[in-house]
């Protein structure tokens, strides 16, 4: 089967401007402007066909202006190229049938406009060997006689698909659950006894995927088989989930963060399919940005992150407006979102992860979607820890295990006998309690790190056994980069080491931190430290590379900015990242680094070529930058905004140049 893509979207609010001053939100003003950027978006990225999750307009059936918002929505949907699939939500027909919800329910009149407009409520389509069932949700557990033909015609249709070997993927606006298929009924799942009835249904015919709607923010469940994702909306954003966040809610009250607006773009190949998150941030005009990738072209990152946040375990809603008398469990998937989005496969958690059952069985569901787990150690491993690991040797991709410098050369034996027992590998990685240079300074801070020195020669550190006990052993090294200084002649020095002594290793990337008591907030810096680092990995496949940390350090000693903020939004260094990957996939494949040429003393730049062309990576490394215009007709783009620009001028950088 050929490679083929699909974009699903949801909750889409699309109103009349008359009623934009309705609950006080001012971003309702600019909600139509946002899904006429959505389909201007689409167009741009070329798939298929769309489905859309419900929630098509926000006027419920029961008001005046809710046909009329059908016919504004239309109007802007027929501007569409792909053709377009949707069902129905609970603004469209009605809610689902429980006392405790904030508008009129289902009826046996409420579905008549939905399908003069837009078709059946339910139905189902082929595309190549998939077939798609979309099914109206909020009638279920109603009773009405529609629950019941749906129930009949479901069942038929998934017996026949299944019976000639279709893939089978499953639309629907309401969540089954939003944590757990045991969770308490709520105002975003499908409540019993219908969450059983198609949740067996599922099983039964082996369903590949789930795509929900109604929760207005990126989730993802795996459940017997199945995966279960809940897309955001074009929109806006559901408010009280903002207390997944650490910090504040954004704008609105939460309901306006509109970096967590969007869609998905799916890939479906032979072997599975890949989410591609797609975010909005709540434009309503066209940009002038370039065009978007085919994420079919895109590769897995090579560089990993470790995750110092909770990321794993739940978190419980306070009581609110749609859910007044229950709590409601939800995960900090908004990092697993913005992984998915750098298409980064390597996780680095500790080792407390896989000690919780909760822990664990997420990581085997990440696993599933192609994630590596590195898990650390701390001290040479009990045998209580020999047992965890090798009973999750199935989901640990290497073991990293930080002991005390005097114990490296037993920790070479031990960690070299727990080896044998692993399909994973191990990296040996020294703590670092203090910098050499503090020595001097007299003065003291909490400092803990690890990872040999890229700068000191780490042989000398080992007088007694040099590296032969960890080549011996099979055992990789961890590294640890300088900080504020340019990364990329440390990564030359420690492959010339790897390379001369047999040695495999990972290196640590701390991203910048200045003291206990001060916040490292210089983005433009941190954007052009991290495109270093992706040319060296990109230069140094053998190497591992994780960046500590994903999320920003905001409380604790040594405060910094991360690649996300603590609403799991990205930060400019993340577009960089995100942006290179991107970019360099339309040149093709067997990408070069070839070398690193200073210009100035503010500025460098990396030669890239591959097999469709070839590019410069051109990296500021001053806070005032030299003002650099010559590259004549060449096609520059800024890296942090993804924007071509005429010239460079004093910009902060980093920039992508074609030839």
Same mark, same amino acid.
């Given at each position: 089967?050929?490679?083929?893509?699909?974009? *699903?979207?949801?909750?889409?609010?699309?109103? #009349?401007?008359? #009623?934009?001053?309705? %609950? %006080?939100?001012?971003?309702?003003?600019?909600?139509?402007?946002?899904?006429?950027?959505?389909?201007?978006?689409?167009?741009?990225?070329?798939?298929?066909?769309? *489905?859309?999750?419900?929630?098509?307009?926000?006027?419920?059936?029961? /008001?005046?202006?809710?046909?009329?918002?059908?016919? &504004?929505?239309?109007?802007?949907?027929?501007?569409?190229?792909?053709?377009?699939? /949707? *069902?129905?939500?609970?603004?469209?027909?009605?809610?689902?049938?429980?006392?405790?919800?904030?508008?009129?329910?289902?009826?046996?009149?409420?579905? +008549?406009?939905?399908?003069?407009?837009?078709? $059946?409520?339910?139905?189902?389509?082929?595309?190549?060997?998939?077939?798609?069932?979309?099914?109206?949700?909020?009638?279920?557990?109603?009773? #009405?006689?529609?629950?019941?033909?749906?129930?009949?015609? /479901?069942?038929?249709?998934?017996? +026949?698909?299944?019976?000639?070997?279709?893939? #089978?993927?499953?639309? =629907?606006?309401?969540?089954?659950?939003?944590?757990?298929?045991?969770?308490?009924?709520?105002?975003?799942? =499908?409540?019993? $006894?219908?969450?059983?009835?198609?949740?067996?249904?599922?099983?039964?015919?082996?369903?590949?995927?789930?795509?929900?709607?109604?929760?207005?923010?990126?989730?993802?469940?795996?459940?017997?088989?199945?995966?279960?994702?809940?897309?955001?909306?074009t929109a806006f954003v559901r408010p009280e989930y903002a207390e997944l966040s650490s910090i504040g809610p954004g704008a609105e009250f939460g309901r306006d963060d509109d970096g967590k607006l969007g869609f998905f773009m799916v890939q479906v190949d032979r072997g599975g399919h890949q989410i591609h998150p797609v975010r909005s941030w709540g434009k309503h005009e066209k940009q002038d940005t370039i065009a978007p990738m085919d994420t079919t072209r895109l590769r897995p990152s090579l560089l990993g992150v470790r995750l110092r946040h909770s990321w794993a375990t739940a978190v419980e809603l306070t009581t609110d407006g749609l859910d007044e008398f229950t709590r409601k469990k939800a995960r900090r998937d908004g990092l697993l979102q913005a992984l998915w989005e750098l298409n980064t496969e390597i996780i680095c958690v500790p080792i407390d992860d896989l000690m919780s059952g909760e822990g664990r069985t997420r990581m085997a569901d990440l696993v599933h979607r192609g994630h590596r787990f590195v898990v650390t150690v701390i001290g040479l491993p009990t045998a209580e820890t020999e047992k965890l690991l090798t009973d999750a040797d199935d989901i640990i991709w290497a073991v990293e295990g930080v002991v005390p410098e005097f114990q490296m050369p037993q920790a070479a034996n031990t960690l070299g006998v727990l080896q044998k027992k692993l399909s994973a590998v191990i990296y040996v990685s020294p703590v670092v309690s203090f910098e050499p240079t503090d020595t001097d300074s007299g003065t003291f801070q909490h400092f803990a790190s690890h990872g040999f020195s890229a700068i000191n020669q780490p042989r000398n550190t080992l007088p007694d056994t040099g590296w032969g006990g960890f080549n011996d052993n099979a055992l990789g090294v961890t590294f640890r980069l300088p900080q504020l200084s340019s990364p990329w002649q440390a990564c030359q020095d420690i492959m010339a080491l790897c390379r001369e002594n047999k040695l495999r290793a990972s290196v640590n990337v701390g991203l910048p931190r200045l003291n206990e008591g001060v916040n490292f907030t210089d983005d433009g810096k941190i954007a052009n430290y991290v495109a270093e680092i992706w040319a060296a990995a990109e230069a140094f496949t053998e190497l591992t590379f994780i960046f500590d940390t994903f999320m920003d350090h905001d409380r604790?000693?040594?405060?910094?900015?991360? &690649? =996300?903020?603590?609403?799991?939004?990205?930060?400019?260094?993340?577009?960089? /990242?995100k942006n290179l990957q991107q970019l360099s996939a339309s040149l093709g494949s067997d990408l070069h680094i070839k070398n690193r040429l200073p210009i100035d003393k503010k500025t460098v730049e990396f030669l890239i070529s591959a097999e469709k062309g070839q590019a410069t990576l051109l990296i500021r490394t001053s806070e005032q930058p030299a003002q650099i215009t010559d590259y004549g007709d060449k096609k520059v783009i800024d890296l942090q905004s993804g924007q071509r620009v005429a010239d460079i001028g004093n910009k902060p950088g980093p920039f992508l140049i074609f030839d």
């Open positions: 089967m050929n490679t083929f893509n699909f974009a *699903i979207i949801a909750d889409s609010h699309i109103r #009349l401007p008359s #009623l934009v001053d309705e %609950g %006080g939100y001012a971003s309702n003003a600019i909600v139509s402007d946002r899904n006429r950027f959505i389909v201007d978006h689409l167009n741009r990225l070329k798939p298929e066909f769309v *489905i859309h999750l419900g929630d098509i307009v926000h006027p419920i059936p029961a /008001l005046n202006s809710h046909e009329d918002a059908v016919c &504004l929505a239309r109007d802007i949907y027929q501007n569409l190229d792909a053709p377009l699939y /949707l *069902i129905p939500g609970n603004h469209d027909i009605g809610d689902k049938h429980n006392a405790w919800m904030p508008a009129p329910i289902v009826d046996d009149t409420s579905h +008549q406009i939905y399908e003069k407009h837009w078709g $059946p409520l339910y139905q189902s389509f082929d595309h190549r060997d998939c077939h798609f069932v979309m099914l109206d949700t909020p009638v279920m557990n109603s009773g #009405l006689p529609r629950e019941t033909e749906q129930k009949k015609w /479901l069942d038929e249709d998934l017996k +026949q698909n299944h019976k000639i070997g279709k893939r #089978l993927f499953v639309m =629907i606006h309401y969540p089954l659950f939003l944590y757990a298929p045991d969770e308490v009924k709520h105002y975003d799942n =499908i409540e019993e $006894p219908a969450r059983s009835w198609l949740m067996g249904l599922l099983k039964k015919y082996n369903a590949e995927a789930v795509f929900s709607g109604h929760v207005h923010n990126f989730f993802y469940n795996r459940w017997q088989g199945t995966d279960h994702y809940i897309v955001p909306s604790g000693y040594y405060p910094r900015h991360g &690649l =996300i903020d603590r609403r799991f939004n990205p930060r400019v260094q993340f577009s960089v /990242l």
